[in-house]
C-alpha cells in the first residue's frame, strides 16, 4: 500500500513539474512575441513620423512603410493559433475576424489598389491601428512580466473607446474610395464563361465586406466596453450563451 501511495506521488509531482515547464515555455515565448511586436509598431511609428517631418506631407507615406506593415499584421495570424491551441483564453471567432479583416485591408485593399495608397483615410486607419497596437502590445507584455503600469491598463481599456470607431471610419472610406477603380480594372474577378465555370466580381465582394461592418463592429465593440468594466472596474459580466 505505502509503495502504490509513493509511486502516485512520483507521478503527481512529475505531472505538476511537466506542467510547470511547459507553463514557463508558453509564458516565454508569448514575452517575446509581444516585445517583438510592440517593437515592430514603434518601429513604424517612428517611421511615420520621420516621413511626415521630412516630406511635410502624407503623400508617399504608405508606400514607405509598406513592407513592415506587410511583416507585422501578417505575422499577427499566430495569435489565432494561440487561442486555438489554448495558451491564450481568448476567442479563436473574434481573434480571427479581427485579424483576418486587418489583413484583408493591407493586402487586398491597400496594398493591391495603388490609386488609393495616399488617400486620407489610408493614413487615418494607419494612425489607429498603430496606437492600438503599441498600448495592446506593451499592454501584454507588461502584464506577462507582472509589471503593469496603471497608465498602460488605462490606454488599453479606454483609447479603444474613440480609436476603434476612427478606424473603422478609415477602413471603410479606404474600401469605399478604392471601388471606382475596381470596377473599371475588374481586378481580382471572373466573368463567365470560363473553364471553371465560376462567376465572382470582387467590386461586389467588397460592398459585402463593408456592408459586414454594420453587424460585426457593434458586437467587437461592446465585447471591449464589457471587457472595460469588467478590468477597469471589477464588474463580474456573465455572458448569455447563444
Sequence with gaps: MASSEEDGTVEEKEN??????????????????????????????????????KKGTHKG?????????????TFALVEVGHCAIGIV???????????????????FVANSIRQIQNEESVILFLV?????????????????LNHLPYFIKWARYNFFIVLYPLGVIGELLSIYAALPFVRRSG????????????????????IIVMLSYIPLFPQLYF??????????????IVEKDD
Design 16 to 53: 505538476n513539474n511537466k506542467k510547470r515547464t511547459k507553463s514557463a515555455l508558453t509564458t516565454a515565448w508569448l514575452t517575446f512575441y509581444n516585445i517583438a511586436m510592440t517593437a515592430g509598431w514603434l518601429v513604424l511609428a517612428m517611421a511615420m513620423m520621420r516621413f511626415y517631418i
Design 61 to 73: 507615406l504608405y508606400r514607405s512603410i509598406a513592407r513592415t506593415l506587410k511583416f507585422f499584421q
Design 89 to 107: 483564453r481568448t476567442s479563436v471567432i473574434v481573434t480571427g475576424v479581427q485579424v483576418c479583416s486587418r489583413i484583408f485591408m493591407v493586402w
Design 128 to 144: 489607429v491601428w498603430t496606437v492600438t497596437e503599441i498600448t495592446r502590445y506593451s499592454y501584454y507584455t507588461f502584464k506577462l
Design 187 to 206: 481586378m481580382f474577378s471572373m466573368r463567365l464563361p470560363n473553364k471553371y465555370n465560376v462567376s465572382f466580381d470582387y467590386y461586389y465582394c467588397l
Design 223 to 236: 465585447h471591449m466596453l464589457r471587457q472595460r468594466r469588467r478590468v477597469l472596474h471589477g464588474e463580474v
